[in-house]
């Protein structure tokens, strides 16, 4: 099979948050689709090994805040290659508080979830969630995959459902 057909599939840059044990915690994520519009269902797959995989189990709320091209890399990089288990992430990222979740701050919106259902695979969960709230925060272009890996020349992890070896 020629990898590449997957470097063809389309998807924007988000950041995953939840409240867990007193602290704001989360990671970075790529994939999130819609899967349907009322009610308003997401889906979201998660590594096994990531702390955000943790937390969704035990607090079954998240936040998902949408990058948009203007946002930080910084939190990329800070939410994608660090553990919540060894930092705060939060601590070094702005963020705002929105339904009790954080929400980083120069995201162009954000989404409220509340956990549905799963579906496991041998190294991810894939997260069904409702969306109770969110809102447009501004109308700035949402970062696309794409944008990150070519413009901001951003590198994905092996925990990244898109991981292709080098
Ligand atoms: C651009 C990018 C996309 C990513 N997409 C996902 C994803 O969709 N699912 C996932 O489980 N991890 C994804 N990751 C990896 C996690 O963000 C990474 O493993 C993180 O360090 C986990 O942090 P945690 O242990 O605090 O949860 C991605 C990372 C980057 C940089």
Known sequence: ?????????SYGVYIVACEYN?????????????ITSDPAIIAL????????HVCIE?????????????????????????SGRDC??????????KNSLPVIKDACAYLICELKGKIDTHSHTVY?????DGDVLNDIKPMTYEY??????????????TYIKE
Do not use: W
């Open 58 to 82: 035990e607090t079954k709320k998240f936040s998902i805040s949408i990058l948009s091209e203007q946002s930080n890399p910084l939190a990329i990089g800070t939410f994608g290659f660090r």
């Open 148 to 161: 990150y890996h070519n413009v901001i020349k951003g590198k994905s992890p092996k925990t990244a459902p």
């Open 88 to 97: 705060n992430k939060f601590d070094i990222i702005p963020y705002d508080i």
């Open 128 to 132: 069904i969630a409702e969306v109770i």
């Open 1 to 9: 099979m020629n990898n590449n057909v997957f470097k063809k599939l």
């Open 45 to 52: 797959s998660v590594n096994h090994e990531n702390y955000t």
């Open 22 to 34: 007193g602290k704001y915690t989360g990671c970075t994520v790529n994939s999130i689709m819609q």
